[in-house]
């Protein structure tokens, strides 16, 4: 499989405060990562495909000028959510794509609290 | 419309008994197939992938791929409580690139 990291594990914040989630793939160099957030007892929902040097791919409905990504380069990638509200508390989650079968590995994941 | 379909449960089963998972999917050119565990409060951890029709065993798990008719299970056998989580069924479709479809979990609990 292949090693995900995220930093922090958790984090809160004061409403419309910024929170940087960083992501970081560390046994293999991933030209795609993956943004899901997570709320409680629901499924994972894909917020964005992040690609490395080039500009994020966001999925309907996700805006993408409140969670900015970056995917500067083949390690890491960066997702920051603006001007955080109650609403965005969530778990979020990244992943990366396998090198052999197009399977995803998740990192631990970031609890965010918006107070 | 690609959508992955699973029984959200919860599914309760003795300890060592055969735990049975399902998962249809809607989209005639998904092409792998995978099944996740998510324990609570953590991230989804891959237990199991398969991408031919048929049966694929690791250790006490066995995934059962039927492109036919669109279906992928897990078994479980010999059942744990450790093996308590809910399980995600993920199917791959190519098109232009790789997109993922989760399905909304199976939540197990294995009783002692």
């Known amino acids: 499989g292949a090693v995900v990291s995220q930093h922090p594990s958790r984090v809160i914040c004061k409403s419309g405060t910024s929170v940087k989630i960083e992501c970081r793939s560390l046994?293999?160099?991933?030209?795609?990562m993956f943004w899901y957030r997570q709320f409680p007892k629901q499924s994972l929902m894909l917020m964005a495909t992040?690609?490395?040097?080039?500009?994020?791919?966001?999925e309907q409905g996700v805006e993408k000028d409140k969670f900015l990504i970056n995917h500067a380069s083949l390690t890491l990638s960066t997702l920051t959510v603006t001007s955080a509200h109650p609403e965005d508390s969530s778990f979020y989650i990244c992943?990366?794509?396998?090198?052999?079968?197009?399977?995803?590995?998740f990192g631990p994941g970031t609890r965010l609290t918006v107070l | 419309q690609k959508e992955v379909e699973q029984n959200s449960g919860p599914l309760s089963v003795p300890e060592g008994a055969i735990a049975s998972l399902n998962c249809t999917y809607s989209d005639r050119v998904s092409q792998s197939f995978f099944w996740y565990r998510q324990y609570s409060g953590k991230s989804p951890e891959l237990i199991m992938s398969?991408?031919?029709?048929g049966d694929k065993e690791d250790g006490r798990f066995t995934a059962q791929l039927n492109k036919a008719s669109q279906y992928v299970s897990q078994l479980i056998r010999d059942s744990q409580p450790s093996d308590s989580a809910t399980y995600l069924c993920a199917v791959n479709v190519f098109v232009g690139g790789n997109q993922f479809y989760f399905g909304t979990g199976t939540s197990l609990t294995v009783i002692p």
């Open positions: 046994d293999f160099q991933a030209t795609t």
């Open positions: 992943s990366i794509e396998g090198r052999s079968y197009n399977e995803q590995f």
């Open positions: 992040s690609n490395e040097g080039s500009k994020a791919t966001y």
């Open positions: 398969i991408y031919s029709n």
